[in-house]
């Protein structure tokens, strides 16, 4: 029987690490299993009486649980602060709102930094491949054990927006709207190309030791730095990278040689080393891997629409941005077609802007508009406000 979690004492604690016993392992799509499993998540706001307006938000690739708060290692505010708080389109007053760390993470969650219990050593690369369906099943172990039969809504973007998806297909009776910004139903070849060249950044550096880094003292900080860079480029758009940079430098006058001349350089370079001080190395070998293998139509003899086809009482919202070119309208749009294919009510738009993939962390009227529009509207057909 599943341990029931003190709902009142989560709303005021803000979440925590939910542990599971080893007799309740998280089966996962490779045929391994994961126990025990720990999950790390945080919530904001209360659930009500009805248990009936519980929204889980899932994270991107480089995020976390710390969607609205400080983040304990960086200091910054929390990655989606912009869009959850008080007065926000999720308004933690209305909403009981949760987001957990993927598995596969480095903030709380069983990943392959964690202590494998066989031996008592970090599980490195003994940790198992994962995929978004893991993560999702996971995600439906941690909202089971808080007493929530049926999620208010799913919101994600980019790799969150594909972990909805994975929810609308894989647990349709537990979900009353669904939310997907800036995703795709499957990974495109240019994507997994990145992803590569990333990860063979992480595994040339010479700290990395064949994974068991951990164990030798030491961190793979230089590979990991560059894959960091190389992806963030695909987070921008080509005019948002001129508007905000152009060819400015970084001092008077060409340094003829290989420091960073240009305030891009500069840029990229203060993300790449900014990141390797919250992030895992292993945990973006094992998170990027389990982006490339995602293709949800291929889990349904190659039909997105018969992902969902059990999904038609699920009221979704599909958002695309103009300048994203890591998953582009386009991408969107055959989610759209597959929707109405499996006879499931679906609203769409594609928000202009020139800030790329990233426009969804960043201040978008649009976003934050049709947001609260979709999930007021959702609200009132549930009764909740």
Same mark, same amino acid.
């Given at each position: 029987?599943?341990?029931?979690?003190?709902?009142?004492?989560?709303?005021?604690?803000?979440?925590?690490?939910?542990?599971?016993?080893?007799?309740?392992?998280?089966?996962?799509?490779?045929? +391994?299993?994961?126990?025990?499993?720990?999950?790390?998540?945080?919530?904001?706001?209360?659930?009500?009486?009805?248990?009936?307006?519980?929204?889980?938000?899932?994270?991107?690739?480089?995020?976390?649980?710390?969607?609205? *708060?400080?983040?304990?290692?960086?200091?910054?505010?929390?990655?989606?602060?912009?869009?959850?708080?008080?007065?926000?389109?999720?308004?933690?007053?209305?909403?009981?709102?949760?987001?957990?760390?993927?598995?596969?993470?480095?903030?709380?969650?069983?990943?392959?930094?964690?202590?494998?219990?066989?031996?008592?050593?970090?599980?490195?690369?003994?940790?198992?491949?994962?995929?978004?369906?893991?993560?999702?099943?996971?995600?439906?172990?941690?909202?089971?054990?808080?007493?929530?039969?049926?999620?208010?809504?799913?919101?994600?973007?980019?790799?969150?927006?594909?972990?909805?998806?994975?929810? +609308?297909?894989?647990?349709?009776?537990?979900?009353?709207?669904?939310?997907?910004?800036?995703?795709?139903?499957?990974?495109?070849?240019?994507?997994?190309?990145?992803?590569?060249?990333?990860?063979?950044?992480?595994?040339?550096?010479?700290?990395?030791?064949?994974?068991?880094?951990?164990?030798?003292?030491?961190?793979?900080?230089?590979?990991?730095?560059?894959?960091?860079?190389?992806?963030?480029?695909?987070?921008?758009?080509?005019?948002?990278?001129?508007?905000?940079?152009?060819?400015?430098?970084?001092?008077?006058?060409?340094?003829?040689?290989?420091?960073?001349?240009?305030?891009?350089?500069?840029?990229?370079?203060?993300?790449?080393?900014?990141?390797?001080?919250?992030?895992?190395?292993?945990?973006?070998?094992?998170?990027?891997?389990?982006?490339?293998?995602?293709?949800?139509?291929?889990?349904?003899?190659?039909?997105?629409?018969?992902?969902?086809?059990?999904?038609?009482?699920?009221?979704?919202?599909?958002?695309?941005? *103009?300048?994203?070119?890591?998953?582009?309208?386009?991408?969107?749009?055959?989610?759209?077609?597959?929707?109405?294919?499996?006879?499931?009510?679906?609203?769409?738009?594609?928000?202009?802007?020139?800030?790329?993939?990233?426009?969804?962390?960043?201040?978008?009227?649009?976003?934050?508009?049709?947001?609260?529009?979709?999930? +007021?509207?959702?609200?009132?057909?549930?009764?909740?406000?």
């Amino acid at each position: 029987m599943t341990a029931q979690v003190p709902i009142t004492a989560a709303a005021e604690t803000g979440g925590g690490v939910w542990r599971f016993p080893a007799d309740r392992p998280l089966r996962l799509d490779s045929g +391994a299993t994961l126990a025990p499993l720990e999950i790390a998540y945080n919530t904001y706001g209360r659930l009500n009486a009805e248990r009936s307006n519980a929204v889980l938000v899932c994270h991107a690739l480089t995020g976390d649980q710390h969607m609205a *708060s400080t983040h304990p290692v960086t200091g910054k505010p929390g990655w989606w602060d912009l869009y959850v708080g008080p007065g926000r389109p999720l308004d933690p007053e209305r909403h009981f709102i949760i987001c957990s760390n993927v598995v596969g993470g480095c903030m709380g969650t069983t990943g392959p930094a964690s202590i494998d219990p066989a031996t008592g050593q970090p599980y490195g690369l003994k940790f198992p491949v994962i995929t978004i369906a893991d993560m999702v099943r996971a995600q439906a172990m941690l909202i089971e054990a808080l007493g929530i039969e049926t999620l208010f809504a799913a919101v994600g973007g980019s790799m969150g927006g594909m972990q909805v998806l994975q929810w +609308a297909a894989d647990y349709p009776e537990k979900l009353f709207s669904a939310v997907c910004i800036a995703a795709a139903a499957r990974h495109s070849a240019q994507n997994i190309a990145f992803h590569e060249v990333g990860r063979q950044a992480i595994m040339a550096d010479p700290n990395w030791r064949g994974g068991a880094y951990l164990a030798a003292g030491v961190r793979p900080d230089k590979g990991l730095a560059v894959a960091r860079m190389a992806a963030h480029i695909t987070y921008l758009s080509e005019s948002a990278l001129q508007r905000k940079f152009g060819r400015e430098l970084q001092r008077d006058g060409l340094s003829w040689g290989f420091d960073a001349d240009f305030q891009v350089e500069s840029y990229l370079r203060h993300q790449g080393a900014s990141f390797v001080d919250r992030f895992d190395a292993n945990s973006y070998l094992y998170i990027t891997r389990a982006l490339d293998y995602f293709d949800l139509a291929g889990q349904f003899d190659g039909v997105l629409a018969q992902a969902f086809r059990s999904a038609r009482n699920v009221k979704f919202c599909v958002l695309s941005f *103009s300048s994203d070119w890591l998953y582009p309208t386009s991408e969107s749009r055959d989610i759209v077609r597959a929707l109405n294919g499996a006879g499931c009510r679906a609203s769409f738009a594609e928000i202009v802007t020139d800030k790329g993939h990233d426009a969804f962390f960043l201040d978008e009227p649009q976003l934050d508009q049709t947001l609260r529009g979709f999930l +007021a509207a959702q609200a009132q057909a549930r009764g909740l406000s």
